[in-house]
């Protein structure tokens, strides 16, 4: 297929949780792909530090702090997009959070942490975003789910819930929006060297080995879940994204990029 099938040249994106991990490598690549990309975090230091990333490619970009969680703070992160570049044509819905629990062991602030902004965010951010597409009669949004949406995984019973229902949250909006040009998907990563498995949880070291090393479990984890036998990157996750953002008559899909551990 001719590269400029996918080229985002002209569009402007806004990725949530763009200032690190996944949500970093997904924004260079809209950028690498022709996009202007406004990074939004949590963090101003965070979205500053991955709107100087997105500068330095030679695009448009801006830095804004938002918390999914907050409806005012939401639908103003959206205002300030279409204030300052007049549209808004792609959403990446990448914000989120783990944290690691038994069923008996989770606290209620760890439930309610994790369904607030993975899955209350990414519904805030939906309806504050479709209200500009559907004047646009254009749009592509795309929801950061996981292939713990799909599975459930033993200590994330609070995590799989909430990525359970943006895929299911996800679904249903592609089908209320179908028919006025915009696009709603979830991209499932599977097991990035960035994330839950790694440096926000340390999971593959709760599951070592008596003796083993976090590095070795992290090894052998690839070796047990992945038949490729190596973990993801946030840049595969970017290259799914540029595809969805492409694609006219993709939608209400759920595609995971996880070197075949849903096979």
């Not at 047990?224 to 969805?244: H, K, N, R, S």
Request: contains cysteine; aromatic residues 6%; hydrophobic residues 45%.
């Amino acid at each position: 297929m001719a590269q400029s099938q996918f080229s985002l040249e002209g569009k402007i994106a806004l990725v949530t949780g763009g200032g690190r991990g996944i949500g970093a490598g997904i924004a260079q690549c809209l950028a690498q792909a022709g996009a202007d990309v406004v990074i939004a975090d949590y963090t101003m230091e965070l979205a500053e530090t991955g709107a100087q990333t997105i500068a330095a490619l030679g695009k448009r970009t801006a830095a804004l702090q938002v918390d999914v969680r907050e409806p005012d703070s939401v639908a103003a992160m959206v205002e300030a997009v279409e204030k300052q570049f007049g549209r808004l044509d792609i959403a990446m819905n990448n914000a989120g959070v783990v944290s690691l629990g038994g069923v008996e062991e989770l606290t209620l602030e760890q439930w309610d942490d994790v369904i607030d902004i993975n899955l209350r965010g990414v519904f805030l951010c939906c309806q504050a975003e479709i209200r500009v597409m559907r004047k646009q009669k254009f749009g592509r949004i795309i929801n950061t789910a996981s292939i713990a949406g799909k599975v459930g995984f033993p200590q994330l019973c609070h995590y799989s819930a909430s990525k359970f229902g943006v895929i299911g949250m996800t679904n249903a909006i592609a089908k209320e929006v179908a028919k006025d040009g915009i696009t709603v998907n979830a991209l499932c990563p599977g097991i990035v060297g960035t994330g839950m498995w790694r440096g926000e949880t340390g999971l593959s070291g709760k599951w070592a080995l008596p003796g083993e090393t976090e590095e070795a479990s992290w090894a052998r984890h690839q070796q047990i879940f992945l038949p490729q036998g190596e973990a993801q990157t946030p840049e595969d996750m970017g290259q799914m994204v540029v595809y969805l953002a492409s694609a006219p008559h993709v939608t209400g899909q759920a595609l995971a990029v996880d070197g075949g551990f849903s096979l």
